[in-house]
């Protein structure tokens, strides 16, 4: 049995498991040297400090470089979505208004004379509206009602040709079917027969009524479940009795008015019809009432066959309209025929315009009759136009208000940009119309923008006043209150960032006739992320598991005989995140960089995890994190002993680096606990606990025993993480299901430097589309040199375009490997994982396969239906190639490797097309011209230097050729018979020259442009592309410098484009990785082989040389008596006879020569005073249990130093076991961390896997050859295709180039006039000369400009998307700040995750630091002395930020807060731009109170009480000095041993652990 860890290590019985997640063992103990400055107290003459390094991760850089320039961008997108969307929803619906009050039959309306000729403008006149402008206006309003249906009809469509679609049932079609008759009869009866004959205010508040099924849905479907159910009902029932107002006030106002007003009596059956259009998203089939728990079946069964039934019913919507319609206006056109005349209506017609008599107060008129008649009727011509203008502004109106208030709804800023104006439409819309019919009523020449005949349907007289008093209009306030409460859930949306539209809306359009209460109606209520807040248990009653439910991971609820394990928990849903970095042979700087992120993440989740646990809070954007990095040829040869291994000189790296990045990103000198060291079937691993209580393991790979390279890392991970701790867990497959969707691999390389903001982007992406099956970031190259710069713009301008245009006309074919984000349900899924094991057996497979892996991983993604995205907001930063040989060798691996996927995902692009939704026949048609484009690439570029010469140096196109022609068949012939080295150099040398013949090229190519003219061709291409790249840098202003290196990626076009292909394809059959390689360390014996095969092959070489000639006869067993030789170029032997070959002799002498050498060993060491060699031996002794119930330290004592290599021979050997005392474990540079022993399952599981998968691939010399002759021979096809296709391009182009007198294009732009005068005969001859393009040329240039367009009209479109994530990820500080009636809890509520990250902070926490020494300060008021002693006293400093954020929660006073003492806890200073005023302080503290409480209940129930112990303040200033003011002794203010008695029980005590007095919490400066 391993032994028992130490004592001061043991759990003491009672300890408090409440306070973290393992703190009764933390991270800081004495024999780990954990988080402390120092174990034993430091030396008086070593207390001088190095303060931890500033953040200066580019990452960081540039999110802080951001947040200004977004929130300002944050605010202009609220105050313009706000806007727009009120304004358009003003306008459309003051012009669905408009349109129905010209449908009143003989409508009479005052007009204008003033521009009309034959009208005096003296005089008042009255048109009389003819039927033609009914008929115009009802179909124009049919029209309105159309254009959304079939945009219903149309996403429908696509949605079901290009993706999946379900059949629904047939009760479930009938009841959509009938619901959305019902409402388009009702939609059609408002608009044709009610609204024309109320005046057009009463029609617009009557608009407010229709929300009476929502509303009596929505009160069936309250459960007891909710929270404050009574009153809900209650204000339900009130809501449901003011819309039913609505259905009789106006009926009974006109009763008896108008003898032909019947029509006034179908508003009741008109908004009641209208509201079932809104009945999906009010029913909950949780309800009680057994029809409503049927219509939420049919809502839950909607989401997958949504779209096959609108396909139908927006089509039967339209019918149903235009068949009311038709019967409405048969009930006002006296022949029903008229309705169909609509030719004569939409053309020109005349208006009946009559003079108007003012009478005086006696009925008299001021003239005779005989001289000014009653009737002078006068017409005058309708504008033909108008109707067609009115229906396209109401159209993009209303379209413009379901945008905007989608937009609003997907970055969060629904309440201000879309609830708001929604709630404000009718208002607004009201009180502009009051005042337009008002002025329209003092003077008809008020409105001159619209035709005199067009106007409202306005009340005379005092309008306000009149409503006010006679028509009950006040009313209305009731009715839009009503309205506000059943869509009071817009106000408090819950779903995700970038949320799709089926989430955001239950039906995919709008009804344009009543634009506000469809987009408020309509806005999904139920869309709440999976964990709610009653999810939430925070008070555990067990001491099992101090996590709460919605903590739980797999690992803890586990058990095979629980009832219900296979209902799905809440918390499988939570987001998993396993960061996976595969490692080889990073340096300090790139390590350090991905070890800084980790840091940060891990910083991130804590903070998250800690609000949720103690404030009570949900965050959506929560998730479980741990790092695995993957370590690939981890071990070498021992110095000490050659049968053994050691780490390499990497992993020392990384355990010597893991400190220094948590200072780094700390802020403070801590220490990370030295890792648990394990040994595993392949290899060994190492297990860091962090900060934040997430781990890192790092997996050291020995490539003896487990296959080594990226590729099989990766398989190695997926097979863990996915395999054996998801699918080989005793849970149920539906619970399994829900994991998998949730859990994410984030891909990580050595050297990549991210935000945690940056992982959370892609997490949104995955979360918004359950199809998506891998996400990628934004990569920036870092680095120095010429060649990172050439790479900046190379990938700005590939992530700007290339990616982005991927992105949104299909999927992105990449997502690196470097930083990406995998769902574990899309690698789990058949032909993915399995068939991402095979192991390369043909040559096109070393290629394919492991040259670029991560490619290949995403092709088999896209062929199995899967999404890849590119999220242009998720910045990720990599080291480059900074040299050009390495540069060379990396893109030596891509160029074939990405030509290999592709041309494997065109192959079968049928099957693709058909199993992926997001993969359609023209973004194959895009891939494949950008395959043509990069095949003929080089030839392109040839034919581009061949003209440029001509043009630059002024000759001819054959001497052009040559010139250019020679060097490329050259390097062709160096790539064929050098080695890569010398291939490298001429590469080298050739880009150089080629750099500055490019220059001269440009200058003259300038030159050219300027004689052909802007029009030409090439001038257009030119400006295009630069301005497309100028264009898009500007779209991207934080990435603005990328474009300063493109005049460097115009010089290097010919290597780049031209040498490196070339380069890449004939090294096609070297498959070696070519980046990082270094030479591993060799045993003797190898090195012995080596310098042995080395002298032979040398013997070999002199045989063959011309020396050897002159010896060819010599036998070298041959010796004489007498022998003379001259300079060795001849041998004279007398005598001659056979040289001895006595084996035993041989043998004999050199046993001699050893023990005289032994001998004289021994006499050394005795005078030297060391040991007999015998007893020299290893201090170890082998274990005799693979695993115990502790932990095992390791003893290093200083006879370790001593090397093995002679006990081994001398003395007994320790006998070792691979799987329990390796030998690499003893290494002193791995720290004195501790001993543990996988499970014996997971052991087997390795061993399994490996087994199957990832056995070491040792191949013999005759497999060797084999594959190296079928690559070469692969090499040999493939270029021999490509130089022929080439070949044959520039031939036909050069030769038509040479023709182009007889055949070419004349290019119509930028044509030269020549003027020519003949002095003799006075004649001008003027002639035209066009520019002559030869055809396969210009079709090229055509071609790739189609390139360019398809590229930067993605990119705007992406850009947008972009734009749209960034706002949606930004919270605004001032938005949050409290108003007067806000609480103090909801402040919290919103700002949970930031206060606890200033309350984790381990900065400060120990008072080491102070803010002048760390700032620089000003010198004379530093107090250096002061710290430096005060840092020598420090016995140990806090290394957890859970328990860094207790030591300040629980110190937080809600007295001393209300007495004003904001300084009694250290963060405030640090909370300033959280508003952290008394109020907060105190709600801090109230919160602070309930947790103790609730945990001291928990513990005194555990104990036996029935009832907890009652106090009257937890903080209590008596309490705190009899708790924890000592009689002695120097207290850890985090990890004081629960041992020690203070006089109250240690579950209670526990629960005031880190309360503080005021002393000891106010840190003075």
Not at 1048 to 1065: D, V
Not at 1074 to 1086: D, L, M, P, V
Not at 1153 to 1176: N, Q, Y
Request: glycine share 6%.
């Amino acid at each position: 049995m391993p032994p028992p860890p130490p004592a001061h290590l043991q759990m003491v019985e009672g300890s408090d498991p409440e306070f973290s997640d393992d703190e009764n063992s933390p991270l800081n103990q004495d024999i780990y040297g954990g988080s402390r400055r120092s174990v034993q107290e430091t030396k008086a003459w070593d207390v001088f400090r190095t303060l931890p390094p500033s953040t200066s991760s580019l990452s960081e850089d540039n999110q802080k470089f951001l947040e200004i320039t977004i929130k300002f961008l944050k605010v202009f997108t609220y105050l313009l979505t706000f806007g727009v969307v009120l304004t358009s929803g003003v306008i459309t619906k003051g012009l669905v208004l408009l349109m129905t009050s010209q449908l009143k039959n003989t409508k009479k309306l005052p007009i204008c004379a003033k521009n009309l000729n034959g009208l005096s403008n003296e005089k008042d006149y009255v048109a009389t509206i003819p039927e033609e402008e009914n008929v115009v206006w009802a179909w124009v309003l049919l029209f309105c009602f159309i254009v959304p249906e079939l945009g219903t009809w149309f996403r429908s469509t696509r949605m079901c040709v290009f993706k999946s679609w379900k059949k629904p049932p047939f009760g479930d079609f009938f009841w959509v079917l009938l619901f959305e008759t019902l409402h388009t009869v009702g939609t059609g009866l408002l608009v044709y027969l009610v609204l024309p004959d109320l005046d057009v205010i009463k029609g617009a508040m009557l608009t407010n009524c229709v929300a009476f099924i929502p509303g009596l849905f929505g009160l069936l479907s309250r459960t007891r479940k909710e929270s404050r159910v009574a009153l809900k009902v209650m204000m339900d029932l009130l809501a449901l009795a003011c819309q039913l107002t609505g259905f009789v006030v106006w009926p009974i106002v006109e009763y008896g008015k108008d003898p032909n007003g019947w029509r006034i009596w179908l508003i009741p059956l008109a908004i009641l019809l209208t509201s079932f259009g809104w009945w999906e998203n009010y029913v909950d089939k949780h309800s009680k009432f057994s029809l409503i728990k049927y219509y939420g079946g049919i809502k839950e069964r909607l989401w997958r066959t949504r779209y096959f039934c609108y396909i139908f019913v927006s089509l039967w919507k339209c019918l149903v309209f235009f068949t009311v319609m038709l019967s409405a206006m048969s009930t006002r056109l006296q022949e029903f025929s008229t309705i169909f005349e609509l030719r004569k209506a939409f053309s020109v017609h005349s208006i009946n315009v009559t003079e108007v008599r003012e009478t005086l107060p006696g009925h008299t008129v001021p003239d005779f009759p005989t001289v000014a008649p009653f009737e002078n009727t006068v017409p005058i011509m309708s504008s033909h136009g108008t109707p067609v203008y009115v229906f396209l502004i109401q159209v993009l109106t209303a379209w413009l208000c379901y945008i905007f208030g989608k937009f609003a709804c997907k970055i969060c800023i629904q309440g201000f940009s879309f609830a708001f104006p929604v709630n404000l439409t009718i208002p607004v819309s009201i009180s502009l119309l009051i005042t337009a019919c008002g002025l329209r009523f003092d003077t008809a020449c008020s409105f001159s923008v619209i035709p005199e005949y067009l106007f409202w349907e306005c009340k005379n007289g005092d309008i306000l006043n009149d409503f006010l008093n006679n028509d009950y209009a006040w009313v209305w306030l009731f009715w839009l209150l009503s309205q506000t409460w059943i869509t009071l859930h817009i106000w408090t949306p819950k779903c995700e960032r970038l949320a799709s539209t089926e989430k955001l809306f239950v039906t995919p359009m709008y009804n344009s006739l009543l634009i506000d209460q469809s987009l408020a109606l309509n806005r999904r209520r139920d869309d709440e992320g999976d964990v709610k807040t009653e999810d939430l248990n925070l008070n555990p009653d067990d001491h099992e598991n101090e996590v709460s439910q919605y903590y739980e991971t797999i690992s803890i609820h586990t058990d095979s005989s629980n009832n219900n394990t296979s209902k799905i928990k809440s918390s499988d849903h939570i987001i998993r995140i396993y960061a996976t970095a595969t490692m080889w042979h990073e340096n300090e700087e790139e390590m350090m960089e991905m070890l800084k992120s980790i840091l940060r993440m891990d910083e991130d989740q804590s903070a998250r995890r800690v609000a949720q646990k103690y404030l009570k809070v949900v965050d959506l954007d929560y998730y479980e994190f741990e790092t695995h990095i993957f370590f690939d040829d981890a071990f070498e040869i021992s110095d000490d002993n050659e049968d053994e291994n050691v780490v390499n000189q990497f992993v020392k790296l990384l355990v010597n680096l893991m400190d220094d990045a948590a200072t780094h990103v700390h802020q403070t000198n801590i220490r990370i606990r030295p890792p648990k060291k394990f040994p595993t079937p392949y290899g060994g691993r190492l297990v860091w606990t962090l900060p934040g209580k997430t781990k890192i393991v790092a997996h050291l790979k020995d490539k003896s025993k487990i296959r080594h390279k990226k590729r099989w890392s990766q398989v190695m991970y997926m097979y863990y993480l996915l395999g054996f701790k998801l699918m080989d867990q005793p849970i149920s497959v539906d619970r399994k299901e829900v994991i998998a969707e949730n859990t994410f691999l984030l891909t990580l390389d050595g050297d990549i430097d991210f935000a945690p903001s940056a992982v959370a982007l892609l997490v949104d992406l995955m979360k918004k589309n359950t199809n998506l099956g891998a996400a990628c970031g934004r990569i920036h190259p870092v680095g120095s040199g010429l060649m990172v710069w050439y790479q900046m713009f190379e990938y700005a301008i590939g992530h700007w375009l290339q990616k982005a245009t991927e992105h949104m006309i299909g999927c992105v074919l990449c997502s690196p490997g470097c930083f990406s984000l995998f769902r574990g349900k899309a690698l789990m899924d058949d032909n993915v994982m399995a068939r991402y094991t095979t192991k390369s057996s043909q040559a096109r497979h070393y290629v394919q396969y492991d040259q670029g892996e991560d490619r290949w991983l995403c092709t088999l993604l896209l062929q199995r239906g899967y999404r890849v995205e590119y999220s242009a907001a998720s910045d990720a930063y990599t080291h480059a190639p900074e040299g050009f040989s390495e540069f060379y060798n990396q893109r030596r691996r891509w160029v074939p490797s990405t030509m290999a996927n592709i041309m494997d995902l065109l192959q079968d692009y049928k099957k693709t097309i058909e199993v992926n939704d997001n993969i359609s026949l023209p973004y194959i048609s895009y891939q494949t011209m950008l395959m043509a484009g990069t095949i003929l690439g080089p030839a392109t570029i040839f034919l581009m230097l061949v003209g440029a010469f001509v043009a630059a140096f002024r000759i001819g196109n054959w001497l052009s050729f040559q010139y250019n022609i020679i060097p490329i068949l050259l390097f062709m012939v160096t790539c064929f018979t050098l080695k890569s080295a010398w291939q490298l150099i001429v590469a080298q040398i050739m880009s150089a020259s080629y750099a500055l013949i490019m220059m001269a090229v440009i200058v003259g190519t300038t030159l050219q442009l300027g004689e052909d003219g802007i029009g030409s061709p090439s001038a257009i291409f030119l400006i295009a592309l630069s301005g497309s790249f100028f264009i898009a840098a500007c779209m991207h202003p934080q990435e603005f410098k990328c474009i300063i290196p493109g005049l460097l990626y115009l010089l290097c076009i010919p290597s780049m484009y031209l040498l490196l292909i070339i380069y890449s394809l004939i090294n096609l059959n070297i498959v070696s990785w070519g980046t990082r390689e270094i030479a591993t360390k060799k045993t003797k014996k190898e090195l012995e082989a080596e310098r042995k095969a080395a002298e032979e092959a040398k013997k070999m070489k002199k045989k063959d040389g011309l020396l050897a000639f002159l010896h060819k006869d010599q036998m070298d067993n041959d010796e004489g008596s007498i022998e003379f030789s001259l300079a060795g170029l001849f041998k004279i032997m007398c005598c001659i006879h056979e040289k001895p070959n006595d084996d035993r002799q041989q043998l004999a002498s050199i046993a001699s020569s050893l023990e005289s050498l032994k001998k004289r060993f021994e006499t050394i060491e005795s005078h030297m005073g060391l040991p007999p060699a015998g007893r020299r031996r290893s201090s170890h002794q082998p274990r005799s249990s693979l695993r115990g119930d502790g932990v095992s330290v390791i003893s290093e004592h200083a006879g370790d130093d001593y090397s093995d290599s002679e006990s081994e021979k001398s003395g007994p050997k320790e006998e070792r076991d691979d799987l329990v005392n390796p030998y690499w474990m003893e290494d002193k540079a791995l720290k004195r961390g501790e001993v543990d022993y996988m499970p014996g399952a997971e052991v087997q599981f390795f061993k399994d896997l490996i087994e199957k998968y990832l056995y070491p691939l040792i191949k013999n010399g005759t497999e060797q050859k084999q594959v190296e002759i079928e690559l070469k021979e692969l090499r040999n096809k493939s270029f021999f295709g490509f130089f022929m296709l080439n070949a044959l391009f520039v031939l036909i182009v050069f030769l038509l180039q040479l023709n182009k007198d007889e055949l070419h294009i004349d290019w119509p732009l930028g044509v030269k006039e020549n003027i020519t005068i003949i002095p003799d005969t006075q004649e001008v001859l003027i002639s035209q000369e066009y520019l002559q393009l030869e055809p396969i040329g210009l079709v090229f240039v055509f071609f790739f400009a189609l390139i360019l367009v398809i590229q930067f009209v993605a990119m705007l479109f992406h850009r947008f998307g972009t734009i749209s994530h960034i706002l949606a990820s930004t919270e605004l500080t001032c938005c949050n700040k409290k108003a007067e009636d806000a609480t103090e809890d909801a402040f919290i509520q919103k700002n949970a995750v930031d206060i606890v990250r200033q309350l984790q902070r381990l900065k400060g926490i120990d008072g080491d630091y102070d803010s002048d020494s760390v700032q620089g300060g000003q010198l004379g008021r530093r107090k250096t002395i002061h710290n430096l002693e005060r840092h020598r006293q420090k016995k140990q400093a806090i290394g957890t930020l859970d328990v860094a954020f207790k030591k300040r929660f629980f110190s937080i006073s809600a007295e001393a807060a209300e007495n004003g003492l904001e300084t009694e806890t250290p963060v405030l200073g640090n909370m300033r731009r959280l508003s952290m005023r008394r109020e907060t302080i105190k709600a801090l503290a109230e919160r602070r109170e309930t947790v103790v409480q609730e945990r001291r209940q928990s513990k005194m129930q555990t104990m036996g009480a029935k009832k907890p112990r009652t106090r009257t303040s937890i903080a209590s200033e008596a309490d705190n000095q009899r708790v924890f003011t000592p009689t002695g002794g120097n207290i850890n203010d985090a990890y004081e041993s629960d041992t020690d008695n203070y006089g109250i029980p240690p579950s209670v005590r526990s629960a005031l652990r880190f309360a503080r007095t005021e002393e000891n919490v106010i840190y003075k400066p």
